[in-house]
């Protein structure tokens, strides 16, 4: 569910240009901002093949698998959530085959808040706070909610392999992340140097490529995991698609769909997200906006599942809803797929009245019948 097809497409196209055939009138629009060269949705061509390749498969292909397809399989066995898949017939992959694969990427890519533990230096609103100017980055280069999602999953996991981390650290680990995600998810990523122009002189590009070579050989190049908001947007298509569609073409209304990534927005940011996987965290989000059934026929996650996080959700629930809808935003060069470009809002104003929410339905909750004191 990423824009790798879009990438290939993009690196055929290329391959087609000659050297030395590059015009003045093409040098310059390689120098343009990222907002100029945001490149419109790519589509994903399907053509058939007249002659196609026949693969024999060999005898210790056969016999043997690879740890990672072991992982699949013995998670099948183990995890009671896993049904027959819910994915409809697929032109491009097999239905249990891509279902079982995204969910082995959740058991493999683990998350835990405990690394604040490791970090007696730092607070849970820091993250809070690094996390929420990375959205607000991203919106500045028009950068994808996929991007910024890998950014705040690689950031989560790196520092559960580290200690001791300094505060002053973090902004430079968080924009080396997502320097790492738009490379991986973006056609035209934003320069080192742009990056480093948004830490206004706290991060210099040295810095930022030391720190991303740490950052990979601390997550051993485990770069594609299927994060929150791609969980939701398989969901949702999912659940608006009709017999005749597929999975790779649109089917929500762009206008529901980024209501629903406010509410998933808000809620990443505070710490106690992590204690959820995150096929769990974008369902329960999507039980706020459709009907429970129809969120269990494209999850395969029943009710006990999901109502840990549905109870702990309803404050933020409450929170989005007093600020009203949300309106899709227009970006230059950016007209069919605006809804997928990660936006910003006064997020840490509205995460500050959720903890008053929380506080106050705490202080409300009436002691258990074994607390209270007994008259005489």
């Keep these: 569910m990423t824009r790798r097809s879009g990438r290939l ?8 240009i000659q050297k030395g055939k590059i015009t003045k009138q093409n040098r310059k629009k390689l120098y343009q901002p990222l907002s100029k ?95 929420d100017w990375l959205f607000e980055v991203s919106e500045v280069y028009t950068l994808h909610r996929q991007t910024a999602y890998l950014a705040q999953d690689y950031f989560d996991r790196f520092m559960l392999t580290q200690d001791n981390t300094d505060k002053d650290r973090l902004q430079l680990i968080g924009i080396t992340c997502l320097f790492i995600a738009s490379k991986m998810e973006e056609i035209y990523p934003p320069k080192l140097a742009e990056l480093a122009f948004v830490t206004d002189g706290a991060c210099l590009e040295y810095d930022i490529l030391k720190m991303e070579l740490i950052i990979l ?20 298509q999912m659940a608006s698609m009709n017999n005749n569609s597929d999975l790779l073409e ?36 999507l039980c706020h906006f459709i009907q429970f059934e129809t969120v269990e026929e494209v999850s395969r996650l029943s009710w006990d599942a999901l109502e840990p996080c549905i109870d702990w959700m309803a404050p933020y ?60």
């Design 9 to 16: 497409h993009s690196k055929s196209e290329n391959a087609q």
């Design 37 to 131: 060269r945001q490149s419109e949705k790519n589509q994903l061509v399907l053509e058939g093949v007249t002659n196609p390749c026949i693969l024999i498969e060999t005898p210790e292909k056969s016999v043997n698998k690879s740890s990672e397809e072991s992982s699949y399989v013995s998670l099948t066995t183990r995890d009671n959530r896993i049904q027959p898949s819910p994915l409809p017939l697929l032109s491009w992959g097999t239905p249990e085959d891509v279902w079982e694969k995204m969910l082995g990427k959740e058991q493999k890519y683990t998350h835990s808040k405990s690394f604040m533990q490791l970090h007696p230096r730092l607070a849970p609103r820091m993250r809070s706070v690094l996390l």
């Design 217 to 236: 050989k601390a997550l051993n190049w485990n770069l594609c995991p299927e994060t929150a908001v791609s969980w939701l947007k398989l969901y949702m």
């Design 250 to 285: 649109p089917q929500f209304p762009q206008e529901i769909y980024v209501q629903v990534t406010r509410l998933l927005d808000l809620c990443v940011l505070n710490i106690n997200s992590l204690d959820f996987e995150y096929s769990v965290l974008a369902a329960s989000v």
């Design 317 to 376: 629930v409450e929170t989005v809803a007093r600020y009203g809808e949300v309106m899709l935003k227009d970006f230059i060069n950016v007209k069919h797929n605006s809804h997928n470009i990660q936006t910003h809002a006064n997020y840490m104003t509205m995460l500050d009245e959720v903890y008053q929410r929380e506080s106050q339905s705490q202080f409300l909750t009436p002691p258990n019948s074994t607390e209270k004191s007994t008259a005489h």
